[in-house]
């Protein structure tokens, strides 16, 4: 064994417990003797058998923490380069921030974060440019598409109802009068979900303007600089707009600007076949446009599987939607009035004409000049991260849609708060995405959670697939809405739930207790054995469940 001992300068360290915290990074470390770290001094003094670790490691060990080795310390001073350690040391250790933690951005995961930080007692500017406060969510994405999608829904159900006894009557839409409730909404949700929120919070203040990344340390707007220990990318993501000849001449819609139309579009196309596109067409469709969309795949929705997604798609064309696959644009013209798309269509040259066009082909993110100073971007603009949600640049985080990871409202306020939480806590947490539920909100909905049939293929799991039909469920039949299906995934060898798929009105209401089930290791066994309410759509689930061990043909209306 060769004992040493070496000494290092520490910097961030603010209390007692980062100490402790310091201490504890090296607990279990091969070859660590013993170790002593004061936050006064603002120094660690470790002992180690040199013939299992180096100072170097040691080094490398604390630095993977919030804390930073700025220097090694030794009792002579340790000539003239130590010096300099000690100088540079003792510099840090003394500046003074304007803030401790500075928020590009104005949307969730901003807010999330800010209302962490301000937990913490930490002082905390956000910086806001671009849509107002409050983001694409509330502004211009889920809220104003989710109003108008109910809306959409009621108006198409009062003229198709699916009791024969019901009789459709001569139902009129007014769509400005359904845009002006739309805009209504958007107000008050950003005034009491986001301005109100934080606007008596004596830790946080909130700035107008564009934000400008000068280092690592600081942030400019217009001609102020502002300095913060941390700083936080929030910017959000923006629709990718594809290079196609004459488009930006003929002029496009997107989310941001789709849902402030004064009149209903007469015949809209679509440019892409994902969430925000098919819920649109859907959306458009049952207030009285025609909608025609053009996806780039074979498949709308390729991700998923064929049968959620041909099934889907079979549904949206008995609606009258016009869903064309395997398409190549070439050119988008406006000719006297008209849109006109000149197009590939499974290898057939096609033209398709309307009066608007919506583009939904995918997001980029909103980088803005990062990578200007040393942050790692990736596709289409997006900021790299680690697991802990650190870019290239330690003290600089990302969170919500600028990683591109999970483009969602509760993925980006989850990550704003942990990124928080990974700045100032004594321990930083792993980003953990191991259980994530989402939802297409067609009618019907598209749900998921956990992995389908490819994934668990190419994970090895020797899983078993058992799906029930909604014409099998008795609170469809007696709804008289049977389109869809509840498929459950198990392994094999556990019997544990390992991924669902739901095709299905209010499906997405059901993702909750699989969620749950696939997190805490529940069994299908224990699942079919769980009291489920007849003639609730969770039934659903225990007779899938079942599924998996008997012909649920052959069993009574109570599935017993």
């Not at 006894?165 to 409730?181: H, M, S, T, Y």
């Not at 849109?339 to 290898?347: H, K, N």
Request: charged share 25%; glycine share 10%; hydrophobic share 35%.
């Amino acid at each position: 064994m060769k004992i040493e001992t070496v000494k290092y300068s520490i910097t961030g360290m603010t209390c007692d417990g980062c100490a402790r915290s310091v201490e504890g990074s090296l607990d279990g470390k091969n070859g660590i003797i013993n170790k002593s770290v004061s936050f006064k001094e603002g120094a660690g003094e470790f002992q180690f058998d040199g013939d299992a670790i180096t100072k170097k490691e040691i080094a490398e060990i604390i630095n993977a923490t919030r804390y930073k080795v700025a220097g090694e310390i030794t009792e002579n001073g340790g000539g003239s380069a130590a010096k300099i350690r000690k100088k540079e040391n003792k510099k840090t250790t003394n500046r003074r921030f304007d803030y401790d933690l500075i928020i590009i951005g104005g949307g969730s995961a901003a807010f999330a974060a800010a209302i962490k930080a301000s937990g913490f007692g930490k002082k905390t500017l956000m910086i806001n440019y671009g849509l107002p406060i409050g983001g694409s969510c509330v502004n211009v994405g889920c809220v104003p598409s989710k109003t108008l999608i109910r809306n959409a829904e009621q108006f198409y159900d009062a003229n198709h109802p699916n009791f024969e006894g019901i009789k459709p009557g001569e139902n009129k839409l007014d769509f400005k009068v359904a845009v002006r409730q739309k805009t209504e909404l958007v107000s008050e949700l950003r005034q009491g979900k986001y301005i109100d929120v934080l606007k008596d919070d004596e830790n946080v203040k909130i700035l107008k303007g564009r934000a400008e990344l000068i280092d690592a340390n600081t942030v400019a707007v217009g001609e102020k600089r502002y300095s913060s220990e941390y700083i936080l990318i929030a910017t959000g993501s923006s629709t990718f707009i594809p290079e196609i000849e004459g488009l930006e001449e003929t002029g496009y819609l997107t989310n941001e600007t789709l849902y402030d139309l004064e009149e209903l579009p007469e015949h809209l196309i679509i440019l892409g076949g994902r969430y925000i596109a098919l819920e649109n067409a859907q959306l458009f469709s049952r207030l009285g446009s025609k909608a025609t969309v053009l996806q780039r795949s074979l498949r709308i929705i390729p991700d998923e599987t064929p049968d959620v997604t041909e099934t889907l798609a079979d549904y949206l064309r008995e609606e009258n939607i016009e869903i064309k696959t395997g398409v190549k644009i070439r050119t988008a013209r406006r000719i006297n009035g008209r849109i006109r798309i000149s197009a590939t269509v499974r290898d057939e040259e096609e033209t398709i004409e309307g009066s608007h066009v919506f583009v939904a082909t995918g997001r980029k993110g909103n980088a803005g000049n990062f990578d200007k100073t040393g942050i790692e971007l990736m596709e289409k603009n997006f900021v790299k991260t680690n697991e802990f949600l650190q870019t290239s640049v330690p003290n600089i985080y990302a969170a919500g849609d600028i990683t591109g990871e999970y483009l969602f409202v509760y993925s980006a306020a989850y990550e704003g708060k942990l990124a928080v939480e990974n700045m100032f806590a004594d321990r930083k947490t792993k980003k953990d995405y191991s259980v994530f539920p989402w939802v297409i909100f067609t009618t019907p909905q598209v749900a998921g959670v956990g992995m389908d049939e490819n994934q668990a293929y190419k994970n090895g799991v020797d899983y078993e697939v058992s799906t029930v039909s909604l014409a099998d469920v008795p609170r469809s039949l007696a709804a008289r809405e049977t389109k869809g299906f509840i498929k459950l995934l198990r392994d094999k060898n556990s019997d544990k739930l390992i991924g669902a798929r739901i095709l299905a009105p209010e499906g997405s209401e059901l993702l909750m207790e699989l969620s749950l089930a696939i997190k805490y290791g529940v069994t299908t066994a224990e699942l079919r054995d769980m009291f489920h309410p007849y003639l609730t759509l969770s039934e659903g689930v225990k007779l899938a469940a079942i599924g998996f061990g008997k012909d649920i043909h052959k069993l009574s209306c109570c599935a017993v």
